[in-house]
């Protein structure tokens, strides 16, 4: 196959250096691979564990690799052992090396081809290459920048992983862009009344957060705003984010909320889950960051009431939506999960019996900022004296979400907990599945909903009805104690419905976008990397886009991917050229 | 006086439910000399704050007092609203209406309670002075305290951002805990092959300097310039760092004889054990450890050690997984499990669900229930007796082995390091965080950050993800060379100085040295950087030389003044430590929890700024009964024992009090912790009962006019 001369050039400083890691693919019959190459006059290194402290120093430093020229590393991952190399190799510039992962490696002649071929390719006309190609990344792609590359981080979606990552970020003095699809920051946990385990106000605890995310010098919040499409190169991305118009101008409006008195039109407010009426123009709610009106055009009749109305004269009605582009060297996706449709949920009756409500609905419901001002009343306007749980409504069932959501289960029991707050007399039961309350001080939530008298049944329930018109609910389910089907009356019913993955996506134009799971829900590259790595070297995931996670997780893994994205930014940037540490 | 500004906040319907606001803005308004007396749905949104800043542009305002929810919550909020307008920020006072008023009391008695947290407020506002932040030098080097995966992922992220980092790791070898475990997660990567190369990297990196072998025996400092002494096999060493990662792991639970007197037979192991006794598998050969040969049936029991009602109530949160991980690796050598749970707790959607779905399809039996029993039977293996709640009945199986799935705890050698770093737990021992939800990564002392399981349970996921994120954290702090710290300290003031040395003696930071001024006479000296504000030295000065910016002596005095300008004779006054007692009065409000409402809060640092003579002060006044309540001791003060130098003045407080005749029986002192609400409002209750029963003696004797007070107003 390859000429005298080919062959030369193919062995002339080069060596193949092959890890026989016992765990991993201890398997591989390496000899073989390393006598197949050794025919072929091609150096070759067998060690039995290549990352050990002792073995590594010896096989990467000091005169260990002298004479050496193109190394080609047969081991694991590049998430595993990359960096590791990278810091051993950072200043070899006269040394072209790259990593081949055997985990997958069946056949030891064929792997040698695979080796071969490697070293062929770091051959000199590839000469700039440094820095580890991860098995399906482009080799090209993570070479530094140098002091071209943008010093900007995108972050998509303003929940409180998104706004966290932000405010990390620009503690470090980065600069953010934080794009927004809705009106107001704040996601999902805006939306809640009371967040578990130690049932502090959520609005409290979350709206300062905002606040000091929307006033910092080093963030720039693009409200409804979505990004439409990502290109360019991990270190160098290429936004395009399109400005829904709210038909208001953000710079005039004061949040005054005059408009919205005088408009005719009353709309289902979204942010309230529909429980409550809203004018078509007006704030989302009262802590929203940025406080500013905005019209739903779809509802608009365009009487320009509101117009006249407007001291500031900040209506636009006009408006037209508009498009801005910014280069980024990283993006953060913090998008978060979507509720599961619980009208999917047929034989539970959400959407034909008004007192079947979700656990999100249930949380607007109970908030005073929602939409009876805090009283727990029954959509059919009683005080509920016996309200019923639903466990796992979607969730750990094959047929809509096979996976647990894990935040529903210690929801429920803080909503019990609230709903005896406002009735003290009312009957409770959680139907569950298992009552999975693992994190910190859960349990004790858990035993304290216990005693104040919350029923726990182990039974999911097979349908929701109602027995005679104008009649109570019954929920019908089969327990473990009982033989046959057994009945619960509930005035209110609460399903805990689960969460899906984020199906709002940027139009990605670059060579590779991250990937999703089977479930939808990004995919984390690396099982052990901190759980915010994604596919793509450059995009970091946080919160619930990559998996249900509560408001800890999420805030947790926000600082760590600010970590990983301050990281990047300093190799992006670091000089390609023969330089020592900057 | 002129140049104040009063913004009564609604907050929603929190406050304005409960007290009548436009009520309340009119008695202030006519109570007052404020400028500006104003309402507002919520004062701390967008327009709520750029109202106050209009109004200071436009009337000229000097100071503003917010009365709205907590200080704890949104004075930082505030303080920034009105710097942003120009005025200085530390002339701002907040009244806390909401948790420690209309969240805890109804009807008039709000109504009034909010009237005097207002008046009060205003007391203070006035004798606050303009302060300035200090700007204090950052050490831009980071100590790392652990060695397991925690400990390397946070040292490593530092050192890859730059940060010179000093590891520091009791055993010999680095990787912790993991390094113990055999049996490989399905669908990933050995953990070995990860951590080995953090292993590697961190003691090649150039910026990583590892101190094995060693601990770290004393800090002194504060945040950006901490001193660690670290005690080590070659001996002790000191380092200069500007923040400190903790990330020193958990310990696998060890059963107890007494509760599981079977662990002690020789077929029953823990989940520790059994990894352990699982070989690196050789290539090739049977996987089968030898200690498990022969054996046909192990069974799993879950949760022992974790939630045991009394004893331990927590969940371990990781054991479940670790036994469907290890359940799967004994079917695949052909064994039959059945695992005994509670629940069954997993959550992660990345793997798990899916593996317990294959572990039910490969023929993994649970059971869940309640143990009755387990006991040796005749063949040499085990019978377990189990309640089964699907069954309803109580069922013995036989099993060759049955495996503990322990839980993990807080290591038990954690206290010294915990004294060492002034570190807190919570209720389940771990070390605990500045929020739960929020700041996760924090600790409660500035500039020391929790990595990893020593804060609760973890998997090494989410160690790896909580300790990359607190080097997140450090690195915020250490990528700057300065840092600004409040400017709220102790100032001496040199004429009353008489250079007696109490208060040097007593500050918990040594941050006052004596010395001698230009006339040759000795005077106490405040060294600004290292003073943290508590306070202990104007509490303990015997000439009332010592001051604290912040809450200034007259400044108490006023308020004290002011909350019982009327009705004394009924109230309660309570001064209360920020960072304890005051947050336990908010949790009590936070949690709705009612007591009575003729106390009255005065907010201090710690209860060390408390001295003899503003107690005696507050008894001048007419108070009934005043208390005073901080953290519990030792160590949950803020400021290291800030609480027990009070304590170590009640005897002379009580000696003052019976020389000036007041009964002492009407003082007292009570340890409130920021969870405690319901101690809290037990407190208060006992405190009024107490004040009641006299009070009802009093008035049989000889009729009281203080009665008709209250309800005058
Ligand atoms: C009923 C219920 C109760 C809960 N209770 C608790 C609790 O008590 N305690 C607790 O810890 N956790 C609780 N959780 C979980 C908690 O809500 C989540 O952990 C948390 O909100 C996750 O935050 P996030 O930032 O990842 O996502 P989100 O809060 O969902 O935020 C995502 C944001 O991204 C925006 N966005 C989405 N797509 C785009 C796009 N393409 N472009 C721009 N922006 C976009 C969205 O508009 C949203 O603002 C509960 C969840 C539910 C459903
Ligand atoms: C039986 C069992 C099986 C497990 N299997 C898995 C699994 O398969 N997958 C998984 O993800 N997780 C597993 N875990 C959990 C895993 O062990 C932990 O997540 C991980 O060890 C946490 O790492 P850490 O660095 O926080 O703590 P540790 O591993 O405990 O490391 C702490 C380090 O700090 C050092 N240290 C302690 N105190 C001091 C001090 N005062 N000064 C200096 N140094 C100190 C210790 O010596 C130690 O090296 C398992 C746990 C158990 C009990
Ligand atoms: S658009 Fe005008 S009227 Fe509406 S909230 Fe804004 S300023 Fe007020
Ligand atoms: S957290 Fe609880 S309710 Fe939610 S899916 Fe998991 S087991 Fe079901
Ligand atoms: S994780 Fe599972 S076994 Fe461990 S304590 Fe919790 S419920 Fe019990
Ligand atoms: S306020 Fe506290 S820290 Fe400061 S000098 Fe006084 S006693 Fe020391």
């Known amino acids: 196959m390859t000429t005298r001369q080919g062959h030369k050039t193919l062995t002339h400083g080069a060596r193949v250096l092959l890890c026989r890691c016992p765990e991993r693919h201890g398997r591989l019959d390496l000899d073989r691979t390393a006598e197949v190459l050794s025919e072929a006059g091609i150096a070759v290194r067998l060690v039995d564990a290549l990352c050990d402290s002792k073995t590594f120093p010896k096989e990467m430093l000091g005169t260990a690799l002298g004479g050496v020229e193109r190394l080609v590393i047969g081991a694991c991952s590049p998430f595993l052992i990359g960096e590791l190399l990278e810091q051993a190799l950072r200043h070899r510039w006269d040394l072209r090396w790259t990593l081949v992962d055997l985990r997958d490696v069946r056949d030891p002649v064929a792997l040698s081809g695979i080796l071969k071929s490697r070293l062929q390719v770091l051959s000199p006309p590839f000469k700039k290459m440094c820095g580890f190609p991860s098995a399906d990344t482009p080799h090209r792609s993570l070479r530094p920048i140098g002091a071209k590359a943008p010093r900007g981080v995108l972050v998509i979606g303003g929940g409180v992983g998104g706004c966290q990552t932000a405010l990390d970020l620009a503690g470090m003095d980065i600069p953010v862009t934080l794009v927004e699809a809705d009106d ?56 395009e984010v399109e400005h829904r118009p709210r038909y208001v101008d953000m710079t005039l409006c004061s949040g005054c909320g005059a408009c919205s008195e005088v408009c005719p039109v009353v709309v289902p407010s979204a942010w309230n889950a529909g429980l409550r009426p809203r004018k078509a123009v007006g704030i989302v709610f009262e802590q929203a960051v940025p406080l500013r009106a905005a019209i739903q055009k779809e509802y608009c009749i365009e009487c320009g009431l509101c117009e006249k109305a407007c001291e500031r004269k900040a209506i636009r009605l006009a408006e037209e939506p508009r498009v801005s582009r910014l280069h980024t060297a990283a993006v953060v996706l913090a998008e978060g999960a979507r509720p599961f449709q619980a009208s999917r949920l047929g034989s539970y009756g959400y959407g034909r019996f008004p007192e079947v409500i979700t656990n999100l609905e249930f949380e607007r419901l109970v908030c005073a900022t929602g939409p009876t001002q805090g009283s727990l009343i029954t959509p059919t306007g009683s005080r509920p004296r016996s309200v019923a749980f639903i466990q796992c409504a979607g969730s750990r069932n094959r047929r809509f979400l096979p996976y647990c959501s894990v935040t529903c289960c210690t929801a429920s029991i803080k909503e019990a907990i609230l709903v005896l707050e406002h009735e003290p007399e009312a009957a409770v039961t959680i139907f569950f599945n298992d009552v999975r309350t693992a994190g910190k001080s859960f349990e004790g939530l858990f035993l304290r909903a216990r005693e104040r008298g919350v029923r726990f049944v182990k039974a999911l329930p097979d349908r929701v009805e109602r027995a005679k018109e104008g009649g109570r609910l019954s929920v019908h389910y089969r327990s473990l104690a009982h033989r046959g089907t057994q009945t619960l009356e509930a005035d209110l019913v609460v399903l805990a419905v689960g969460v899906e993955a984020p199906n709002a996506d940027p139009r990605w134009v670059v060579r590779r976008p991250p990937q999703r799971d089977r479930y939808g829900f990004y995919e984390e590259a690396f099982f052990w990397g901190g759980q915010v790595v994604s596919t793509v070297p450059g995009i970091f995931l946080v919160g619930g886009c990559h998996g249900p996670r509560d408001i800890t997780q999420t805030v947790t893994e926000a600082s760590a991917a600010a970590a990983h994205v301050a990281k990047w930014l300093r190799r992006v940037s670091s000089t390609p050229a023969k330089s020592l540490e900057p | 006086m002129s140049g104040i500004g009063v913004y009564i906040c609604h907050c929603g319907q929190n406050i304005a439910g409960v007290i009548d606001v436009q009520a309340l803005r009119e008695r202030v308004a006519c109570r007052s000399e404020a400028t500006v007396v104003k309402t507002n749905v919520f004062c701390c949104s967008e327009p709520g704050q750029k109202e106050i800043q209009e109004d200071i542009k436009e009337h000229g305002l000097e100071r503003v007092l917010v009365a709205a929810c907590s200080p704890r919550l949104h004075e930082v909020t505030f303080r920034r609203t009105i710097a942003q307008a120009g005025l200085n920020p530390y002339l701002l006072e907040m009244a806390n209406i909401r948790e420690q008023c209309s969240w805890v009391h109804r009807g008039p008695e709000a109504l009034d309670k909010a009237l005097d947290l207002i008046l009060m407020g205003l007391a203070r506002l006035v004798r606050l002075i303009p302060l300035q932040d200090r700007v204090v030098p950052v050490t831009r080097r980071a100590l790392v305290i652990g060695g397991g995966v925690g400990g390397l992922s946070a040292a490593l992220e530092l050192a890859d951002c730059g940060v010179p980092v000093v590891l520091v790791e009791k055993s010999v070898h680095l990787g912790g805990q993991v390094l113990r475990w055999n049996i490989p997660v399905p669908n990933a990567d050995p953990l070995s092959c990860f951590v080995r190369p953090l292993i590697t990297r961190a003691m090649l990196h150039p910026r990583i300097r590892v101190l094995d072998g060693s601990t770290l025996e004393d800090v002194q400092g504060t945040i950006g310039r901490f001193t660690a002494s670290i005690q080590g096999a070659a001996g002790s060493s000191t380092e200069e760092v500007g923040a400190v990662v903790v990330a020193t792991g958990f310990e696998p639970y060890n059963p107890d004889l007494s509760r599981y007197p079977f662990a002690s037979l020789p077929q029953v192991m823990t989940s520790v054990q059994l990894e352990e006794i699982f070989r690196k598998e050789k290539p090739g050969h049977p996987a089968t450890p030898s200690a498990l040969e022969g054996v046909r049936t192990v069974a799993f029991l879950q949760c022992v050690g974790s939630r045991l009602d009394e004893e331990y109530p927590h969940c371990s949160r990781i054991c479940c997984a670790i036994t469907l991980k290890q359940a799967l690796a004994l079917r695949a050598l052909g064994i039959e499990v059945q695992v005994f749970h509670r629940d069954i707790r997993l959550y992660d959607k990345n793997q798990e669900e899916e593996l317990y779905g294959r572990a039910r399809r490969l023929g993994v039996q649970f059971h869940r229930g309640t143990l009755k029993a387990v006991e040796p039977d005749s063949e040499g293996g085990l019978r377990i007796c189990w309640h089964d709640e699907f069954l309803q009945s109580t069922l013995c199986v036989p099993t060759d082995r049955l495996i503990c799935a322990v839980g993990l705890r807080p290591r038990s050698d954690a206290e010294s390091l915990r004294r060492v770093l002034r570190l807190a737990v919570s209720q389940d021992g771990y070390l605990l965080e500045a929020h739960p939800k929020l700041h996760p990564l924090e600790s409660a002392v500035e500039g020391v950050f ?252 000889a009729p009281n006019a203080a009665a008709g007070d209250e309800g005058g107003r």
């Open chain 1, 184 to 239: 107001s920051l704040g996601g999902n946990m805006a939306r809640l009344d009371k967040t578990f385990p130690t049932l502090d106000c959520s609005i409290c605890i979350l709206g300062p957060r905002l606040v000091d995310a929307a006033s910092h010098p080093n963030i720039t919040v693009l409200a409804s705003s979505r990004v439409k499409r990502i290109s360019g190169r991990p270190g160098h991305f290429l936004v």
């Open chain 2, 450 to 701: 929790l990595a990893g399981s020593c804060q609760g349970p973890k998997d090494v996921r989410e160690t790896v993800a909580a300790s990359v994120g607190a080097a997140a954290k450090a690195y915020q702090l250490l990528c700057k060379d300065h840092l600004l710290l409040d400017g709220m300290i102790a100032v001496i003031d040199r004429d009353r100085c008489t250079g007696c040395g109490t208060c040097a003696a007593e500050c918990p930071y040594q941050a006052i040295a004596l010395r001698e001024d230009e006339k040759g006479t000795t005077k106490a000296h405040v060294e600004t950087a290292a003073c943290k504000g508590c306070g202990v030295c104007a509490g303990c000065c015997p000439t009332e030389a010592a001051d604290h910016l912040g809450f200034p002596l007259e400044a108490l005095k006023a308020m004290v003044d002011a909350a019982l300008a009327e009705g004394a004779a009924q109230k309660i006054l309570a001064f209360c430590c920020h960072w304890c007692a005051y947050a336990g009065a908010d949790a009590a409000g936070v949690s709705r929890i009612p007591y009575p409402a003729n106390v009255r809060i005065v907010r201090v640092p710690c209860s060390g700024r408390i001295s003899a003579r503003l107690v005696l002060h507050t008894f001048k006044k007419g108070a009934s009964r005043v208390m005073v309540a901080g953290c519990h001791p030792p160590g949950d003060c803020h400021y290291i024992s800030g609480n027990l130098r009070f304590e170590s003045r009640v005897p002379r407080i009580r000696k003052l009090l019976s020389k000036k005749g007041y009964d002492p029986e009407r003082f007292s002192y009570h340890w409130v912790s920021a969870t405690e609400g319901p101690q809290f409002q037990h407190i208060v209750r006992r405190l009024a009962e107490a004040l009641e029963s006299e009070q009802k003696k009093t008035a049989s004797s």
